[in-house]
């Protein structure tokens, strides 16, 4: 995950089901990185991620999504 000046990305773990797990939360301090792990419970599940493509491609990348979403239309 690239970040702007200025974020860091900091990282996370719990304890689930016999093991640990690890997650990463983009924030610009430690403290604003805890209040958004603290909003979690408010969190709403949006979908499975099945390709993450890099926003340096641009255009490209763009041209690939609406393709991939038209084509997965019901």
Not at 2 to 21: T, V
Not at 35 to 63: S, Y
């Amino acid at each position: 995950m690239r970040l702007d000046k200025g974020w860091n990305s900091y990282l996370f773990e719990y304890y689930h089901d016999g093991s640990w797990w690890c997650f990463e939360i983009p924030a610009r301090s430690e403290q604003e990185a805890r209040e958004r792990v603290n909003k979690l419970p408010n969190a709403k599940h949006l979908g499975i991620i099945e390709l993450k493509l890099p926003g340096h491609l641009g255009l490209f990348a763009k041209l690939i999504c609406w393709v991939r979403n038209l084509i997965t239309l019901p």
